[in-house]
């Protein structure tokens, strides 16, 4: 199957600086990720979903100016979270999918994630 | 609004057979797809469902019924390495991907 990055796995930071996670399709370009959160013992929470080449479109509750998200290139899609606070650190997952061909291929190839700890 | 249902925990004997159900009620659907994940680790891929009917791959088979919005994972014997979440996720308007909270399945020697 397709495989998909992310970087950094582990990060842990201050509060009120800015973190950046990148998530990165290795072997298609990928029109479309996602970002999800995960806190302990809970399942993944969709963020915002990613578009190349223009604005995120972001799930009811999440902030956008908190959250910001950059789709630069068919490969690359960016999660910057703002000014930190404790109550951000969660496991961060992000998943991209092919360009449509029919089938299966709603499917969507995640990343590793990332951690995420706000001191 | 997505609403997805499946069990918060079970637990089974090494050898045995589990099976997860999952309903669901979303505004339109175009699949389901089943994932297991390990605790701090991605979800990953183990089947997909669009029609009715249930499909097997291995020890796992994968069942739907669209009329019912019900489906189920079938764990064959269980190994202890099969001790993980279980994630059912119904791809509905939008195409985006909806999960359930996960089924933790404990396995037992």
């Known amino acids: 199957g397709a495989v998909v990055s992310q970087h950094p796995s582990r990060v842990i930071c201050k509060s009120g600086t800015s973190v950046k996670i990148e998530c990165r399709s290795l072997?298609?370009?990928?029109?479309?990720m996602f970002w999800y959160r995960q806190f302990p013992k809970k399942s993944l929470m969709l963020m915002a979903t990613?578009?190349?080449?223009?604005?995120?479109?972001?799930e009811q509750g999440v902030e956008k100016d908190k959250f910001l998200i950059n789709h630069a290139s068919l490969t690359l899609s960016t999660l910057t979270v703002t000014s930190a606070h404790p109550e951000d650190s969660s496991f961060y997952i992000c998943?991209?999918?092919?360009?449509?061909?029919?089938?299966?291929?709603?499917?969507?190839?995640f990343g590793p994630g990332t951690r995420l700890t706000v001191l | 609004g997505q609403n997805i249902d499946q069990p918060t925990e079970m637990t089974a004997t090494e050898g045995a057979i589990v099976q997860i159900n999952c309903t669901y009620q979303?505004?339109?659907?175009?699949?389901l797809f089943w994932y297991q994940q390990h605790a701090g680790e991605a979800p990953t891929f183990l089947s997909y469902n669009v029609l009715d009917g249930l499909e097997e791959k291995g020890r796992f088979s994968s069942f739907l019924s669209r009329s019912k919005g019900y489906s189920y994972l079938l764990l064959k014997e269980l190994q202890m390495k099969d001790s993980a979440s279980y994630l059912c996720?119904?791809?509905?308007?939008?195409?985006?991907?909806?999960f359930g909270g996960g089924t933790r399945v404990l396995v037992k020697p």
């Open positions: 990613s578009n190349e080449g223009s604005k995120a479109t972001y």
């Open positions: 998943s991209a999918r092919e360009p449509f061909s029919g089938g299966a291929s709603n499917e969507q190839f």
């Open positions: 996720a119904v791809i509905a308007a939008g195409n985006k991907l909806t």
């Open positions: 072997d298609f370009q990928a029109t479309t």
């Open positions: 979303t505004s339109g659907f175009n699949g």
